[in-house]
Nanobody, 128 residues
Framework: QVQLVESGGGLVQPGGSLRLSCAASGFTLDYYAIGWFRQAPGKEREGVSCISSSDGSTYYADSVKGRFTISRDNAKNTVYLQMNSLKPEDTAVYYC?????????????????????WGQGTQVTVSS
């Protein structure tokens, strides 16, 4: 059974950092592109960052460029999202998702949310 479990969310002050983890079970991440998405109250879900399965190419939404870093550890079957310089507008439920490598660019997969398996999400709240 394919399962993705996010962890690492919580309450942090503006300017702080968090590292989210996405652990996969039931399949190996080696051949899957992984994405991080978020949904704030009253807003649509948006792609935050994605990483390809093949060459490790990445995509970041403009709103997080220079602050967030996505990485993968295939040996641990886990993908991470390091979030620095957090802002109140980063507050949202963060989800990770996986899709088997295909013909789409990592940017297209992220922007159009072309992912098949989703986790349950972890809450990130940035507030003083």
């Amino acid at each position: 059974q394919v399962q993705l479990v996010e962890s690492g969310g919580g309450l942090v002050q503006p300017g702080g950092s968090l590292r989210l983890s996405c652990a996969a079970s039931g399949f190996t991440l080696d051949y899957y592109a992984i994405g991080w998405f978020r949904q704030a109250p009253g807003k649509e879900r948006e792609g935050v960052s994605c990483i390809s399965s093949s060459d490790g190419s990445t995509y970041y939404a403009d709103s997080v460029k220079g602050r967030f870093t996505i990485s993968r550890d295939n040996a641990k079957n886990t993908v991470y999202l390091q979030m620095n310089s957090l802002k109140p507008e980063d507050t949202a439920v963060y989800y990770c998702a996986a899709v088997k490598a295909g013909a789409y660019t990592v940017q297209a997969m992220c922007v159009f949310q072309i992912f098949g398996s989703w986790g349950q999400g972890t809450q990130v709240t940035v507030s003083s």
